[in-house]
């Protein structure tokens, strides 16, 4: 049984930074390509950003592309999203996602492809 677990949330004010992470159980995250999703009040789950299992290669959407970059640490079993110039409007519940049948270089970008999803951790931006 994999199982995800997200951490690194909290309270900003606009213009801050936070980095989340996010580790496994039951499997190595090495063995997936890796994304961050996000869902906002009221709003549908969207995609944020994507890495290869190799972790060489990042994808982000429009909305945080040039504010936020994605890492792995495969010795720690870590995947980061790092969260920098934060907007009011990035606020809201943040999953990572895990996706086990992408091959080495793939990014994964829709959320049907990804097999399993951490319980999901707020982040909140003051204005």
């Known amino acids: 049984q994999v199982q995800l677990l997200e951490s690194g949330g909290g309270l900003v004010q606009a213009g801050g930074s936070l980095r989340l992470s996010c580790t496994s159980s039951?499997?190595?995250?090495?063995?997936?390509?890796m994304g961050w999703f996000r869902q906002a009040p009221g709003k549908e789950r969207e995609f944020v950003s994507a890495i290869d299992r190799r972790g060489s290669r990042t994808y982000f959407s429009n909305s945080v592309a040039g504010r936020f970059t994605m890492s792995r640490d495969i010795a720690k079993n870590m995947v980061y999203l790092q969260m920098n110039r934060l907007k009011p409007e990035d606020m809201g519940v943040y999953y990572c996602?895990?996706?086990?049948?992408?091959?080495?270089?793939?990014?994964?970008?829709?959320?049907?492809?990804?097999?399993?999803w951490g319980q999901g951790i707020q982040v909140t931006v003051s204005s």
């Open positions: 996602a895990a996706d086990y049948r992408a091959r080495d270089d793939w990014l994964t970008l829709t959320e049907t492809e990804y097999d399993y």
């Open positions: 039951g499997r190595s995250l090495a063995t997936f390509a």
